[in-house]
């Protein structure tokens, strides 16, 4: 099945492009004068938007669940087209991407440690094996090992519980203390995810247990080409507090002094490249407990950021995650200086409980722009994760202050009913 432009300049084989980044993939991809080519299911992608449809240059249809089919699929299609990069939009597919880019001799991660950036516990095994300061960890296949664990893993409290293999927050809960049944609850909850969706790829259904680090969290994105690490400007991310913690927004810059971001960009590309990402990108989540200078590492996943955080380090930076992604794919040095010094900020629209929406609405205002995600008669989910947002803002300004107040405030006068 081939569809979209004809030729143009070299190609690269997204391995499932649909998701947030996608689009900023399809814009950096026009931008370069690439050829941009997508491997997914063919169900999967007749469900894709018209804009990413017309934007491809042609369609690898296969089943990206098993990875046998999948390999000489892709292999074949790249060798036809002569696809120059391999990359990968969703992070569950970042060690079919490693695999496939060594099997057609192109620039790629590290198959041998590529599951790590996918699967936490591996990911845990990485940060210790590399000295990478990050929580201390247990995993737990049931309620009772996570009690066992609890008692005489020496994490204390609060806990963390997460998924092995999910993103977007799903499955993710903080837990205060021994009491009740709030721990059996949390394990359930990481363990629910047993298949990701739309591909239905099966999941690691262990559950992590981590110890809870306080203080402000952050995130760093860095492109990998070559095996040398160009780090991207630090953002600040801000959540929900309590029982699940639901990113509400991002700013870029972070606020940070410059030689604290200095030590968070290293931290992050050590975090990077523990991971085996070579050429490539890595998002990396980040806290810096009260009182110190030590960034600690949450988790980092080898593929573009969601959240829009492309468009907001843009807007900021003037640099362009996407494009250095495909820089590094095709083995070209990444454009990563800045070459602005703005402020931008993202706010999302959270509604106070699940049930169906009855109106959402965002008013306009200098600076920033908004979006709903959901429409009216959509089912809202529990706010338990980032799959109950229904819109967001974003918002330029000279300031990182300005800005978050900018998108706050608009995100203040939004309109959300839910019934």
């Known amino acids: 099945m081939t569809i979209g432009a004809g030729p143009r300049g070299p190609g690269v084989l997204v391995i499932e492009p649909m998701g947030n980044a996608g689009r900023f993939l399809v814009e950096a991809a ?25 934007a491809l240059s042609g369609v690898c249809a296969t089943d990206l669940t098993d ?27 970042t060690p079919l991407a490693a695999l496939l880019a060594e099997r057609v001799a192109l620039p790629g991660n590290d198959p041998l440690l590529a599951r790590a950036a996918r699967n936490k516990v591996l990911m845990g095994e990485a940060f210790a094996a590399a000295g990478i300061p990050a929580p201390r960890w247990a995993v737990a296949r049931d309620a009772a090992e996570a009690h066992r664990v609890a008692r005489t893993g020496g994490l204390g409290w609060p806990l963390v519980v997460k998924p092995a293999e999910q993103g977007g927050s799903w499955g993710v ?52 080409a070559g095996g040398v690490a160009h780090p991207l400007p630090v953002v600040r991310k801000d959540t929900t507090e309590g029982r699940y913690r639901i990113e509400t927004g991002h700013t870029c810059p972070s606020g940070l002094d410059g030689e604290l971001a200095g030590i968070v960009q290293h931290t992050a590309a050590r975090a990077a490249l523990a991971v085996g990402v070579r050429n490539g990108i890595a998002h990396t989540e980040l806290k810096i407990p009260p ?35 495909l820089q590094a794919v095709l083995g070209r040095v990444p454009d990563t200086a800045a070459t602005a010094a703005d402020a931008a900020s993202i706010r999302f629209l ?42 967001h803002v974003v918002a330029r300004a000279a300031t990182a202050e300005r800005a978050r107040d900018l998108a706050a405030g608009v995100v203040a006068r939004s309109l959300v009913e839910v019934g």
């Open 30 to 54: 026009d931008r370069l004068g690439l050829r941009l080519y997508a491997a997914t299911h063919e169900e999967v992608h007749d469900a894709y938007p018209v804009r990413l449809r017309s």
């Open 67 to 93: 990875t046998p089919r999948a390999l000489a699929d892709m292999e074949a299609f790249c060798r036809r087209h002569e696809v120059a990069g391999v990359a990968a939009c969703f992070e569950l597919f």
């Open 173 to 224: 809960s903080v837990v205060d203390g021994p009491g009740g049944d709030a721990l059996a609850h949390a394990v359930a909850a990481a363990r629910r995810f047993t298949h990701a969706r739309p591909h239905g790829l099966e999941l690691d259904t262990t559950a992590l247990l981590q110890e809870y680090v306080p203080g402000t969290e952050y995130s760093c994105d860095t492109v990998v």
């Open 291 to 325: 009182g110190t200078r030590t960034p600690y590492v949450i988790e980092t996943g080898a593929r573009l950021p969601g959240d829009n955080l492309c468009e907001v380090v843009e807007a900021a930076t003037g640099v362009s995650e996407a494009a250095a992604y």
């Open 350 to 391: 959270l509604p106070e409980r699940g049930g169906v929406l009855r109106r959402a609405s965002i008013p306009e205002a200098p600076g920033t722009h908004g979006e709903l995600h959901l429409r009216p008669g959509d089912t809202v989910p529990e706010p338990a994760d980032s799959a109950c947002r229904i819109g």
